[in-house]
């Protein structure tokens, strides 16, 4: 699941799906930046393909945004029983 803004820029208006080998932070935004090339540099660095800042992920209830991108997702991400959440943080005081 994407942020409004990062829907708005890919011109989608739902939930995006992906099919990935093996299921992985990486692997997953390496195929929505694929099928989204507007989306490439907005969620990660294009260069050093680090988080950006402002940007966290979710899934199953924990915050996966500190976690390597190479690890395995959740079983139920996997299954589609729960989604990967991106989403745009907040800042303030």
Not at 17 to 36: C, G, K, N, P, R
Not at 41 to 68: M, P, V, W
């Amino acid at each position: 699941m994407l942020p409004g803004h990062l829907k708005r820029l890919a011109q989608v208006d739902h939930e995006v799906a992906v099919d990935v080998a093996t299921a992985t932070i990486a692997s997953v935004l390496d195929a929505v930046e694929a099928a989204y090339p507007a989306l490439r540099g907005t969620i990660r660095d294009q260069s050093t393909g680090k988080r950006r800042n402002f940007i966290r992920y979710f899934a199953c209830n924990e915050d996966l945004s500190h976690s390597s991108a190479d690890d395995p997702l959740p079983d139920a991400v996997v299954s589609g029983a729960e989604p990967l959440l991106v989403v745009g943080a907040m800042a303030g005081g």
